[in-house]
């Protein structure tokens, strides 16, 4: 049996979850409603305030689907509750970000500056205190992750210098540069 799949989840007060025709789960919460279809081989049950997923059988792939489908499910359940977010720190002489509502301006050091729009859902907030910090905030996990992606792949953190954009705490290797050495012919 599936370690995470035959954990039940609980839904804490506020919450609620519907099971839909076609297999579709909706999770309703305080912050808003997600709602999910799971894969046919996966059976989902809701009753007194939690939710049981089961597989059909012991296959490789029922195995993985069942720690899937309960792990998305799970995270919709918190997503509801209390919103998922995505710190990010920009690096770099120069560099800086403004941030308001689901845009953000960014100056990379490139000819013009880079104006991205969230989809619906996310909001981009920018620290008060520190201005290179800002955050992606939202009730889908895998939204604020994406979106946490794009906005860093435009000037991912090199390895000479550390300059560009990066999750906040994550360790960037850094690289030796060239160094100037005596040439000893003769």
Known sequence: MSRIGKLPIE????????L???NEVVVKGPKGELKTKIHPKIKVTIADGKILTERQSDSKEDKSLHGLSRTLIANMAQGVEK?????????GVGYKANASGRKVTLN?????PIEYTAPEGITIEQSKDKKNIFTVIGINKQTVGEVAAK????????????KGIRYVGEYVARKAGKTAASSSEG
């Open 151 to 162: 906005i860093r792949s435009y000037r991912p953190p090199e390895p000479y210098k550390g």
């Open 83 to 91: 919103e998922f977010e995505k710190k990010l720190e920009i690096q």
């Open 108 to 112: 990379l050091g490139f000819s013009h």
């Open 20 to 22: 839909r025709g076609d």
């Open 11 to 18: 839904l804490k007060a506020g919450i609620t979850a519907e």
